[in-house]
């Protein structure tokens, strides 16, 4: 045998590695082996290597707890990345990683005296000590930080991709244990689609590692047979080592796997998440060595760790001797069974456990952990019979053992459930939670909904997941039958040391008399006992800390659980990378109806917003003389835009006119039918959010243009604050529906009159701003009459699938006027020469109308509209900057967008549109400048590329054609 399986256990246990590939990697500058699928945690503990990490308060020495990932007694650094969990994290090739939190070594900490003083450091210590005199705490913080150090960054860190990606369902079920696995595969049979998540690499849960019957056949059976199922069906789809880290209204799931962020939405979603094991409270239980049941079973059956040479189990339920007869049947010397209850709920489990001859102790517990020297590890413990709640007996009895294995019970995994609203019920017979007052459409499984039996379980599973169904269907769910199980949680489980050190938060080193202490100090409820004392507020969130925390503030209040309840669950459920939320999101790639045609063409696509538009048309090694050309075109004769992405939403009602005029800046109650107005909506705090142009089809039907990329927050803003105001309006988001098109140019007006005969475009029956609707070839159109880009212009609006017939109609009809298409980057210089202003281009997080000179368009005699009070303030106060239009000399270097203003040495401004303009010959722009450079005819500095410098003279705007004489022909 090598020294890489002195304390692994022969096949079949270690499911999870492969013992044909050994990896070396490095942990605190040691070389340890291992093998492929170990986890950092199980691969030391194979090399009896325990101490990980050295706890928050008092650097003591930490080893796992739950080989789950679910507690912080695994906290590690690697070199690129601090707080990694040492128990979910798989060994690599020439890893490198070191323990957190210590001064001098891992295993010889400096700073481990610490705990000797822990009677001076009583729980709000901090709040009572370090406030006065008056400003020391500045003193004292960097001190404190430096000892309760989590980690070092690496600040020369390259970051990584990280993205998101959208996932539909008719039904979500978060976790795969056999609940999980048996209401995929009922959902699945009955035709729903089904998206399982499972934290995990492989699929089956606890069927894994735990055992659920004398025998130890049933749970390999079962998970042999639902596994396969599940993986050959169709209708299911597996997300694994993916962690949903929340639950939002209507289902909406942010799923993690590996560097990327799912952003599910269900139409039912069935939480089968399971529960977690819980310690006993006793002195020294957090030594290196003494571990959750289920930890041990994980250690051995899925990494075929052999964790000591003697193991004493402790337990308040059945499942500790199904666990001390898995540890028998593999060769792991069990020194004794510590049954806290008077004797096991199934007898034969006990005759079981005794025919192994394995001593059984009787209502009695685990008193005291010992240790070695330094506190290293567990050496044995310390029983004693329990004689009243949490009260032990005088006589003591000291068992020789290196690893012990303790469950107290189980709390379900409500994590996801409470942020939803529902609520925890406390049991006091039962000693456990249940949950109740769950959301329509979200359903508990398995464990987390107190079934754990495994027929049990198989048969709850299939019930919610055909209540799921036929609530997806419409038809009436049945009535759960109740399931009667014995009571798998010890009432009391905390044994209180005249020594103290009984630890009820492993992160935050917070033990029986810190809790005790808070309710003493006044804090009754359960929310401040958290923040006085920061119990549960570590990385384990409360996980192993919950449930003793609730039982002691209830008994020392005189109340009880279910009226103190446990503190409140909020997202992330883990921890949750910064990487994850900023990671590039999903952005749909979106087409016009007129797509193909420009393709054809030969345009030259670039997005805007989420949509694809030609920015011009030709070769790229042509790009600035093919726009010069679609500009001068447009300015000489007439050209053809497609403007499809351009927002449009339909208001209908009587107080349509009136909703319009709370909403934007100008006045709509009174807009004729048939007229245009631009509309500049603001947000509460003044900003300018976007603009557009809203037209009157009747007297309770306006239709109103958004900007492409803001179009869908107007929306939304839209119906926000009509959900407020109540009005009788309705409110339809037709973008989408409607193709559009802009013909402009001195003969845009002949164009239309060849294709559209039932609408008199003459200037005095279709002026400037006017709309009329008509029809081109038997199809309804809207047409307003607009000018973005300065000249005779007119915008074409009709049913999307009219699309690629429109665009050939039009340019067929245009031929003989020298129509040609022209694209955004054109039309953005087009629209400049005119001094229009771009929202988000021209306009930042802080423009108000009176910095934009917009404020002719801001109506001063309403009495109200979203913004007016902000504006009217702003306006008050005096400007600090301006938007100005700018010209300059074609010979000197062309500033681009985002390049600074200076004034001397001061940052006055940036560059916002610069372009040079065929029009006017000359380059052109806007830009935001200090108030003192915004006088017309006053000079400014702009830098430009590699620190050069150009000076550009303020001009009033426009640039073209001033009196709009071009416009209103």
């Not at 994980?298 to 059945?318: A, E, F, H």
């Not at 517990?365 to 005088?394: C, F, N, P």
């Not at 142009?693 to 900007?707: D, I, K, P």
């Not at 929306?715 to 009005?727: G, H, S, V």
Request: glycine share 8%; net charge neutral.
């Amino acid at each position: 045998m090598s020294n890489l399986d002195l304390n692994r256990l022969p096949l079949p246990y270690g499911i999870l590695i492969d013992r044909n590939q050994p990896v070396t990697f490095q942990f605190d500058q040691q070389t340890f082996q291992g093998y492929a699928g170990d986890s950092i945690a199980s691969a030391l503990i194979a090399n009896q290597r325990w101490i990980m990490s050295r706890s928050f308060k008092y650097h003591r020495p930490r080893a796992p707890l739950t080989m789950a990932g679910q507690d912080a007694n695994t906290l590690i650094q690697l070199p690129q990345e601090p707080n990694v969990l040492a128990d979910s994290t798989e060994i690599a090739a020439n890893l490198s990683a070191m323990g957190q939190n210590y001064a001098g070594s891992l295993m010889k900490d400096s700073d481990a005296f610490l705990g000797k003083f822990s009677k001076f450091m009583p729980v709000g210590f901090y709040y009572r000590s370090f406030y006065k005199p008056k400003g020391v705490w500045k003193l004292w913080e960097s001190m404190i930080r430096k000892k309760a150090g989590l980690g070092v960054l690496d600040l020369n860190f390259e970051p990584e991709y990280y993205d998101k990606a959208y996932l539909f369902t008719d039904i979500a079920i978060i976790g795969a244990g056999p609940a999980g696995l048996q209401a995929a595969l009922t959902a699945a049979n009955a035709g729903m689609k089904v998206l399982l998540i499972e934290q995990d690499k492989i699929l089956g849960g606890s069927l894994h590692y735990a055992r659920f019957d004398a025998e130890g056949k049933k749970a390999s059976a079962c998970a042999a047979k639902l596994i396969a199922q599940v993986e050959q069906h169709e209708n299911i789809s597996v997300l694994k080592q993916a962690i949903c880290n929340a639950w939002f209204t209507d289902h909406y799931l942010p799923v993690i796997q590996g560097k990327r962020m799912y952003k599910v939405r269900a139409k039912q979603c069935i939480v089968a998440s399971g529960s977690f094991d819980q310690p006993v409270v006793f002195r020294n239980n957090d030594l290196p060595g003494v571990l959750l049941t289920s930890a041990v079973q994980r250690l051995v059956k899925l990494y075929g760790v052999r964790p000591g040479q003697k193991t004493v189990i402790l337990t308040g339920n059945d499942d500790g001797y199904m666990a001390a007869l898995d540890l028998a049947e593999a060769g792991i010397s069990v020194a004794a069974l510590i049954d806290m209850r008077a004797g096991a709920e199934d007898p034969a489990l006990q005759k079981a456990v005794e025919l192994h001859q394995i001593p059984v102790y009787l209502s009695s517990t685990v008193y005291e952990a010992l240790h070695s020297k330094d506190m290293q590890h567990l050496t044995g413990v310390d029983i004693r019979s329990i004689v009243a709640e949490g009260q032990v007996g005088t006589h003591s009895k000291k068992i020789d053992c290196d690893v012990l294995a303790m469950s107290s019970g189980y709390m379900p995994v409500y994590q996801l459930l409470c942020q939803a609203g529902a609520k925890l019920n406390y049991n006091d017979k039962k000693a456990q939670f249940s949950i109740s007052g769950l959301p329509q459409g979200l359903h508990i499984s398995g464990s987390v909904a107190g079934v754990h039996q495994l027929d049990n379980v198989l048969q709850d599973a299939v019930q919610t997941a055909t209540d799921a169904v036929n609530t997806i269907l419409g038809n009436a769910a049945a009535a759960k039958k109740p399931v009667v199980e014995a009571a798998v949680n010890f009432p009391w489980p905390i044994f209180a040391h005249p020594k103290g050190k009984e630890f009820v938060d492993y992160d935050e080193d917070l033990q029986i008399r810190d809790i005790i202490n808070a309710t003493k100090s006044g804090y009754r409820d359960i929310q401040l006992v958290k923040r006085f004392s920061t119990v549960g507020m570590g990385p384990s969130q409360g996980r192993h800390s919950a449930l003793p925390t609730a039982r002691l503030v209830a008994k020392y209040t005189d109340r009880t659980v279910s009226e103190t309840g446990v503190t409140t669950a909020r997202p992330p459920f883990t921890a949750e990378k910064l990487a994850h939320i900023a990671g590039r999101g999903f952005d749909p790639f979106r087409q016009t109806a007129m797509h193909q045609r420009h393709i054809e063409a030969g345009a030259q696509m670039i997005p805007a917003g989420n949509w694809q538009r030609p920015a011009y048309y030709g070769e790229v090694s042509g790009r600035l003389q093919h726009i010069e050309n679609e500009v001068r075109n447009v300015r000489q004769n007439v050209g053809m835009i497609d403007v499809s992405t351009l927002g449009g939403l339909d208001l209908r009602g009587p107080d349509s006119g009136e909703f319009l005029n709370r909403l934007y800046t100008f006045g709509f109650v009174k807009l004729p039918v048939g007229k245009t107005r631009y509309a500049v909506m603001t947000a509460e705090d003044g900003v300018v959010i976007d603009d557009g142009v809203a037209g009157r089809l009747s007297e309770n039907h306006f239709y109103v243009t958004a900007t492409t990329s803001g179009v869908d927050r107007i929306y939304q803003q839209m119906l926000k604050w009509n959900a407020q105001w109540r009005l009788n309006v309705d409110i339809a988001n037709v973008t989408s529906a409607f193709a559009a098109v802009n013909i402009a140019g001195p003969n845009s007006r002949k164009v239309l009159q060849k294709v559209c005969h039932d609408v008199d475009f003459s200037a005095a029956a279709f002026p400037y701003l006017g709309l009329r609707t008509g029809t081109i070839q038997g199809i309804a159109v809207r047409i307003l009459r607009v000018g973005f880009v300065g000249e005779l212009g007119y915008e074409i609006h009709f049913p999307a699938r009219y699309g690629e017939f429109m665009w050939d109609l039009l340019m067929q009809a245009g031929q003989e006027f020298s129509m040609k298409p022209f694209g955004v980057e054109s039309q953005r210089l087009l629209r400049l020469e005119k001094g229009h202003i771009i929202i988000s281009q021209d306009t930042d997080g802080m423009s108000h109308p009176k910095e934009v000179d917009l404020g002719w368009a801001v109506a001063k005699s309403k009495p109200w509209f979203v913004g007016k009070r902000s504006i009217a303030i702003l306006e008050q106060q005096p400007m600090k900057r301006k938007l100005v239009s700018f010209v300059l000399d074609k010979q000197q270097q062309k500033p681009l967008e985002g390049h600074i203003v200076l004034d001397g040495d001061k940052i006055t401004g940036n560059v916002t549109s610069c372009e040079y303009s065929p029009t006017l010959d000359q380059i052109i722009g806007m830009a935001y400048v200090g108030i003192e450079q915004s006088a017309v005819g006053q000079q400014f500095q702009i830098r430009v590329e590699k620190g050069a410098s150009v000076y550009a003279t303020v001009v009033k705007a426009p640039f073209y054609d001033p009196n709009n004489a071009r416009q209103e022909i």
